[in-house]
Nanobody
Framework: QVQLVESGGGMVQAGGSLRLSCGASGRTFSNYNIAWFRQAPGKEREFVARIRWNGEQIYYADSVKGRFTVSRDNAKNTVYLQMNTLKLEDTAVYFC??????????????WGQGTQVTVSS
């Protein structure tokens, strides 16, 4: 089992950048694929990015491709989501998830509590 905690959210102007972190407890963190999802008010939770346990496969949603970068440091039990050129439509609560591999939230049994990202004009 793994416990996840997101941090790094906040308010930023459009065009700005934020880096989210997903910290994990548990000795087997390096065995888990990690995904980032987000949920805007009144909308379904949607896939953002995912990274294999060893970092060798990375995938992004089309809406963030070229602007967001996911990476991980297994020695620090942390996965990062670097978000550049932020847009108003990136405003959402961002969650990291573990224990699955895919673009659907139902495939992941472990979730963090989420961190709010607000992009203003």
């Amino acid at each position: 089992q793994v416990q996840l905690v997101e941090s790094g959210g906040g308010m930023v102007q459009a065009g700005g950048s934020l880096r989210l972190s997903c910290g994990a407890s548990g000795r087997t963190f390096s065995n888990y694929n990690i995904a980032w999802f987000r949920q805007a008010p009144g909308k379904e939770r949607e896939f953002v990015a995912r990274i294999r346990w060893n970092g060798e496969q990375i995938y992004y949603a089309d809406s963030v491709k070229g602007r967001f970068t996911v990476s991980r440091d297994n020695a620090k039990n942390t996965v990062y989501l670097q978000m550049n050129t932020l847009k108003l439509e990136d405003t959402a609560v961002y969650f990291c998830a573990a224990g699955g591999w895919g673009i659907y939230p139902s495939g992941y049994p472990y979730w963090g509590q989420g961190t709010q990202v607000t992009v203003s004009s």
